[in-house]
């Protein structure tokens, strides 16, 4: 009988191997490699397969070279305990569910697989990979020492109606992805390249159909409590990816010594709890969508729950109401502003003046009309006229220039033209000459107006006024700050 002893104090019931007080799934790799060289690594395959085919689904205490189930149907949970495993690779298969808890596991794969759940605990490895899968229950990696994890083109596909949102809950299980509580980390990655996918398939001689390049599915991803590798040579690196990802998503209790990079994704409720970036998050080709209670519940508090040392970079994406985009630009200006860089800074101030104008006009927009909403509909109105038009809310000093160019010198000749409305007329180029004489208020009084003259050259003279008082403002504040 092997000496392998569980923790329940009973002992293996194997037949131990020839030479060795061990069974061929509880040798260990130094005692088995000394006594049958690199048979060892065949024996132990072909022990693991036949313990499978018998039905045995859970091992534990097993040290394996290379664990591979390839198309395969598994209808009872695996589960691994106590394990060394240098290898696990799924592929081409469905399975109920796969438990790896308190174990070593250098590399787990798992590649066009149908799984309920996969459930990782207290696991010391260096990669998790899990490409082109369905999962109906929940992806749980937790409480380990992973450097790399990888989740490519995989979606959650219910299949019933859970309890909680039988009595109006949402489900807190269903459809998570959650990485909590990692060491040691180097990289997370969603939709990323995986290169030795293509090493494994022609080591195994499969073919499995991850060339797709789809969405992450899930109803949350949450990555929490994550302590990156503090190794100086990956600071500049992007140290979470998220391409093509759709759904919530949460990080927390997290400070990233890198990038964080959002692209080509449709996120809801992007959640920020208590986390760090120390170089830039970057946002990019994505949409974000929220609701008015989780604005009101959460968003206020997102500029003390979220810090990003570098830059805030967001470019091509759209927000589904303007509140979102409001904080998010907000954010991104502070982030310029730290950094001296006030041209970029400007542009966020831009974005961020024109969303919480489009917030103050969606609100009042709402119901029915009253004398205090059609005054702040009327406000809203003056502010882009006054405001955005003249100079995009003080950021572009060129608007008011080119406005009074082409008003003063196209716009108002040509209004006093068509009314015939100064006098005396010598030549075309007299309507031109009063207007600039008009706005800039000079009124050397050779040209009058008559007529509905006198109302245009007084909105004019206002106008001229008030552009040269705002192209100075702009100009000073852009250049003399």
């Keep these: 009988m092997c000496e392998y002893t569980y923790p329940n104090g009973q002992k293996c019931k194997r037949k131990p191997l020839k030479g060795s007080k061990y069974c061929s799934l509880h040798i260990p790799f130094e005692e088995g490699e000394l006594l049958y060289g690199d048979k060892i690594r065949e024996i132990k395959k072909r022990a693991f397969e036949r313990t499978l085919e018998r039905g045995v689904k859970t091992f534990e205490g097993v040290k394996l070279y290379d664990v591979v189930i390839l198309s395969k149907k598994i209808e009872n949970p695996i589960i691994f305990k106590n394990s060394e495993i240098k290898r696990l690779i799924i592929g081409n298969s469905q399975l109920s569910s796969l438990t790896i808890i308190n174990s070593k596991v250098d590399s787990i794969i798992l590649a066009n697989s149908k799984i309920s759940s996969l459930y990782i605990n207290k696991v010391d490895g260096y990669g998790v990979s899990i490409c082109s899968a369905e999962f109906t229950s929940a992806i749980l990696i937790r409480n380990s020492e992973i450097k790399y994890i990888l989740i490519n083109s995989t979606r959650y596909e219910r299949k019933e109606v859970t309890a909680e949102e039988t009595f109006g809950e949402a489900g807190r299980i269903a459809g998570r992805i959650e990485i909590s509580n990692i060491k040691g980390v180097r990289r997370i990655a969603i939709n990323s390249r995986y290169p030795l996918l293509e090493i494994i398939e022609k080591e195994l001689g499969v073919k499995f159909d991850t060339k797709k390049k789809e969405y992450v599915r899930a109803s949350i991803l949450n990555i929490r409590n994550i302590g990156f590798d503090e190794n100086p040579r990956f600071k500049r690196q992007i140290r979470v990816y998220i391409n093509r990802f759709s759904g919530q998503l949460l990080i927390e209790n997290s400070t990233v010594p890198g990038h964080v990079s959002i692209v080509n994704s449709r996120v809801k409720y992007p959640e920020f709890v208590h986390t760090t970036v120390l170089n830039n998050l970057i946002m990019r080709n994505s949409k974000f969508y929220s609701d008015e209670n989780w604005n009101l519940s959460y968003l206020p508090n997102l500029l003390a729950e979220l810090q990003v040392l570098g830059f805030i970079v967001i470019e091509n994406s759209e927000f589904n109401n303007p509140y979102l985009a409001e904080v ?33 006009l969606s609100h009042y927009k709402r119901g029915p009309k009253t004398v205090k909403k059609i005054f702040r509909l009327t406000e809203v109105f003056f502010e882009w006229m006054f405001a955005d038009l003249t100079c995009k809310y003080g950021t572009d000093w ?12 196209f716009g108002f000749p040509i209004l006093y033209a068509v009314t015939q409305s100064i006098e005396p007329l010598n030549s075309p180029l007299d309507y031109v000459y009063f207007s600039i004489v008009t706005a800039t208020t000079l009124g050397y009084g050779d040209i009058h107006p008559t007529g509905v003259g006198k109302a245009i050259a007084s909105a004019e003279a206002i106008f001229g ?17």
């Design 465 to 481: 006024m008030f552009m040269w008082a705002v192209f100075l403002t702009v100009f000073a504040r852009k250049y003399m700050r």
């Design 328 to 360: 998010f630009y907000r954010i991104a200006r502070t982030t310029w502003e730290a950094s001296g860089d006030k041209e970029k800074a400007d542009e966020y101030y831009y974005l961020e003046m024109l969303a919480r104008r489009n917030r103050v």
């Design 398 to 409: 060129k608007r008011p220039v080119f406005l009074w160019l082409g008003l003063v010198i």
